[in-house]
């Protein structure tokens, strides 16, 4: 009895395999072809080469060249290997042919894949667009979404109609999107990688809207349109939504598709993006689409890979650093900006204390109206604006010839050593190695005597940021990690960051006197970095108790307001010749 069910379940199966609308086969894991119902037959012989369906590899060669590497990075026994790949099909009777692919490791021999025609889906989907595009001047040619004037155009549609049959229990929202970082990718990788990138996050997006989810609900009025209006700019309009939080839903899954990992030509990417999010209010679309704007720097502002939901109040801040970044253009240009030293005094063991041993370049703004602009108020703006880079870049070169000027004038009291900050746009770029031997050279600057400080969080976080520093101390020039203790490395880590300086943050400095924690911390610090052949220096000394204590933990220099604030060029030269430590 038993083995007459277990023939009907065969027969039955038999029965499914052979009449399923998916084709279905199985492969072992070099491609070889063992099992394949009808279905899959009739959808992958347009794209057999000679017609033979003999093997996997062989039939996608031209659709997925990429397959077989895909299934020997899937290093589990079993699991996903790629799942609804869209496949462009040779036209078949009907036209173009979309077909969309899924391949499964089953064990660590054989591969199950499935092929769906979405062909009507496609063209339904194409044609809800079509009624929207009726041009190509609508149409991003990089990504083939729609681009700023579609989006400009359906947001227009929706606030006529919504004028027109107001509706008080749905309303629409408009995410706003920029790639983090993606200047440094392009940089890295090339311009031709970046596009490419640029393609798949557009697909990613359009995975995510598609088919529309049912984890938000949506009203009558229900639709979305996803698109790209800029470099690395997406932007999704979401309608017929009930609540603010469902476009807030949508955000968090275009977050978690989007920050997964790349794979472009041998190289692993992650290209997170910050979102705004607007909901839909008023009569202009150019308005919407700046507060969504607005929203997404906030969001880059945070850390980035996260959303923020536009508030009237934001707008009011962005004109602020919108005067400030066209001031600051002005000021690269006119001579406003200039440089200010503070000194770094060595702690010898002895108990004296060597003023001559460096000084901090950093740098000011004097504004023709408001005066001196302290740095925290246009730092960041200059790093959004991308005016980071060149200003980096006038402080290195300002700082350079100062600090040769104070060889001849002061001679053994002149500082020994300069440090400038990097930013991660000087670090993104690619000849940055070759603009600071040019400095160097034309201001006759000894690289030996120049220490370029960098953030831990920025030098511990990729390739190609340590490749620009390697090139950095090919050049002679020493390096120093910076706020150590506020970022992603560790002391454990300590060794892999091709640095020679190790700068103690001014938090754990400002509680050495009367935290026990603290002290313990810097002492581990200097004795690691010591182990390394490090130096160090503790940063934000201003009592004589904390340079004590850092003295007495062994910490090789010190710097604060105990020993001198940021002064400009001529009054640290009087400060050197004057002070009684000297």
């Not at 044609?127 to 991003?140: G, N, V």
């Not at 020994?416 to 991660?424: D, H, K, Y």
């Amino acid at each position: 009895m038993m083995e007459h069910d277990d023939k009907l379940a065969y027969e039955a199966l038999i029965q499914f395999l052979y009449r399923t609308p998916i084709g279905l086969l199985q492969a072992d894991i070099d491609g070889a072809i063992d099992m394949l119902n009808p279905m899959a037959s009739q959808l992958l012989m347009p794209l057999a080469p000679n017609g033979s369906l003999d093997n996997l590899y062989a039939i996608f060669a031209g659709a997925a060249p990429d397959l077989r590497e895909a299934v020997a990075r899937c290093d589990t026994p079993s699991g996903v290997v790629v799942e609804g790949l869209r496949i462009e099909a040779p036209d078949g009777r009907d036209g173009p042919q979309v077909l969309s692919l899924s391949v499964m490791k089953l064990d660590p021999h054989r591969l199950m894949a499935a092929v769906n025609d979405i062909t009507l889906e496609s063209r339904r989907e194409q044609e809800r667009l079509a009624t929207r595009l009726s041009s190509a001047a609508r149409t991003d040619a990089l990504t083939r979404m729609p681009n700023r004037g579609a989006v400009h155009e359906e947001l227009r549609r929706i606030l006529e109609r919504d004028h027109a049959e107001p509706k008080a229990d749905t309303g629409f929202a408009v995410l706003f999107m920029n790639c983090d970082r993606f200047r440094q990718v392009n940089d890295a990788l090339g311009q031709a990688m970046g596009d490419q990138l640029l393609v798949l996050v557009a697909e990613r997006i359009r995975n995510v809207l598609r088919p529309p989810s049912d984890r938000i609900t949506l009203g009558q009025r229900g639709g979305q349109l996803a698109a790209r209006v800029g470099g690395d700019e997406f932007v999704v309009v979401l309608d017929g939504l009930r609540r603010v939080e469902d476009a807030e839903s949508v955000a968090t899954r275009l977050i978690g598709a989007i920050g997964r990992s790349y794979h472009l030509q041998g190289h692993d990417v992650v290209c997170n993006v910050s979102v705004g999010i607007a909901w839909g209010d008023g009569h202009d679309p150019d308005a919407l689409l700046r507060d969504a704007g607005i929203a997404m720097v906030e969001a880059k502002r945070a850390g980035g890979a996260r959303f923020v939901r536009f508030e009237a109040e934001m707008r009011e801040r962005s004109a602020r650093r919108s005067d400030i970044e066209t001031d600051l253009r002005l000021a690269l240009q006119s001579d406003q900006l200039f440089v200010v030293y503070q000194p770094v005094v060595a702690l010898r063991p002895d108990g004296r204390t060597d003023c001559s041993a460096g000084v901090e370049a950093l740098v000011r703004w004097r504004h023709p109206v408001r005066g001196i602009v302290p740095p925290f108020e246009f730092i960041g703006v200059a790093e959004e604006c991308g005016l980071i880079g060149p200003l980096g870049d006038f402080v290195l070169e300002r700082a350079s010839r100062d600090f040769v000027h104070w060889q001849g004038a002061l001679g053994e009291l002149a500082p020994r050593l300069l440090a400038v900050n990097l930013s991660r746009a000087q670090l993104g770029q690619r000849e940055w190695a070759d603009t600071v031997a040019r400095i160097l050279a034309e201001t006759g600057m000894d690289p030996q005597r120049l220490q370029l400080e960098v953030t831990e969080s920025l030098a511990a976080q990729d390739t190609a940021v340590q490749q620009r520093l390697h090139e950095l101390k090919a050049l002679g020039i020493t390096l120093a990690l910076d706020d150590f203790g506020t970022g992603y490395s560790s002391l454990a880590s300590l060794h892999l960051l091709p640095v020679d300086t190790v700068k103690i943050d001014r938090s754990f400095v400002s509680q050495s006197e009367t935290s026990h924690h603290h002290r313990v911390l810097i002492e581990a610090t200097v004795k690691v970095a010591q182990s390394l052949g490090m130096s160090t220096v503790a940063e934000g000394i201003e009592t004589a108790e904390q340079a004590m204590v850092v003295r007495t933990l062994r910490c090789d220099k010190g710097q604060g307001y105990l020993y001198s604030r940021p002064l400009p060029s001529d009054e640290l030269v009087a400060w050197l010749r004057q002070s009684a430590c000297a």
